[in-house]
């Protein structure tokens, strides 16, 4: 019994190795298989790749060889005016200002005008303390009406020959006197009342009532308003476009864009040998808001043009002292440019007048221009309208390329779900 229970028990361990074998020999296979799937699909994935690289590289060549084109801005030449124009600062003058000082020491009884008055010629402005002077010519009047009674008097007795031709001639000196007395006094008294040398506004008053003034005090500042000048002084060079009667403008920071309007009244005949300057006296008058001691701009404008081609400046590039703008140009469904030579008329802050070369209506660039060589290509940028349509274009495409990537993507996963599958349902029925 115990052979025949050995017997089978070798038996059954001999079949359970043959099963084992069995199944480590399915396993093996079914490895090697898998990698010799996944050996033929990587080659494949790799010339995938490599075509993808040559065509990559393809591509990259078209690109080098496609020329770039220059994004740039352009504006379209207008006409208008443009005027030369020779700037300079300067603060205004009145000519007629003066400085009102008393003739005569004594103290202030009446005060009749204020700062900011205007007043005439011989206005009288402060009354003085004037008993001393009032006394002084009465007597003298009194002297003299009685010098007068006794030179009648003695002109009767010449012509009879009564008095001598000394006595006579006494009698009228003496009336000759007394006239220079009254005279005197009347210039006196005259003193008592400060009166306005010239038409104008008092601009300082410098006493009170009841002062006591001195012989020479200064009393008032009278300025005429009608008279303000603006006094520049301009190089020499500019002489030729210079002569009376030149308009011109003048502005303040203080008046905002306000402008007024003048002429040069006076050129000085010589030139300032320290500064090679000439001096320009260009006459305002008493316009509203002009007051003297402003600090101004003075425009000379020396010459001005009507209705011709403007050159903005911010399209001008220079190039050895030379300015040169591009203008646009459109073949065959491409924007070049080309450089053209700008030679100036006129100049003033924002514009050129050119000589030739350029006419209204041509489009020049006004952005981008620098680096730019005649015969670039270029691009403008797209209409508002277009690159609002342009950008919901690509709003909208961005969902619909995630849909497609995420579509792309099942395909891939579909193969490796089916091959695990088949593994599994092959080790089942070897087992």
Known sequence: MKSRTRSWLVVLLAVLLLAGMGVITTGCNMSSDSEASDGDAEPAGDKDAEGEDDGEDGEDGEDEDKEEAVPVEVVNLATGQIESILRYSTNLEAENHVEVHAQAARQVVKLLVEEGDRVSRNQVLVRLMDDEQRNNLAMVRSELAKANREYE??????????????????????????????????????????????????????????????????????????????????????????????????????????????????????????????????????????????????????????????????????????????????????????????????????????????????????????????????????????????AGETVEGEPEAAEAGETAEDPAEEPQDEAMLASKTDERASR
């Open 153 to 390: 008097r003695s002109q009767r007795l010449f012509k009879e020959k009564l008095i001598s031709e000394q006595q006579f001639n006494d009698a009228t000196y003496e009336i000759d006197q007394l006239k220079i007395r009254v005279e005197n006094a009347q210039r006196e008294l005259g003193y008592t009342e400060v009166r306005a040398p010239i038409a104008g506004t008092i601009t300082s008053r410098l006493v009170k009532l009841g002062d006591q003034i001195t012989v020479g005090q200064h009393l008032f500042d009278i300025v005429d308003f009608e008279s303000i000048v603006a006094r520049v002084y301009v190089p020499e060079k500019h002489l030729p476009d210079l002569h009376k009667g030149l308009y011109a403008r003048v502005s303040s920071p203080s008046l905002g864009d306000r402008t007024y309007k003048g002429h040069v009244q006076r050129i000085a005949p010589v030139v300032d040998p320290r500064s090679g300057t000439v001096k320009l006296t260009v006459g305002l008058g008493g316009q509203p808001g002009l007051r003297p001691g402003m600090y101004v701009d003075v425009d000379l404008v020396t010459a001005s043009h009507d209705d011709v081609v403007l050159v903005p400046k911010q399209a001008v590039v220079y190039d050895n002292d030379r300015m040169f703008v591009f203008t646009l140009e459109e073949k065959d469904e491409e924007r070049r440019v080309r450089r053209v030579l700008l030679e100036a008329v006129l100049t003033d802050k924002d514009n050129i007048e050119p000589l030739e070369g350029l006419n209204a209506g041509d489009p020049i660039i006004i952005a981008g221009q620098t680096g730019l060589k005649d015969g670039t290509l270029v691009e403008l940028p797209a209409p508002p309208e277009e690159a609002v349509a342009e």
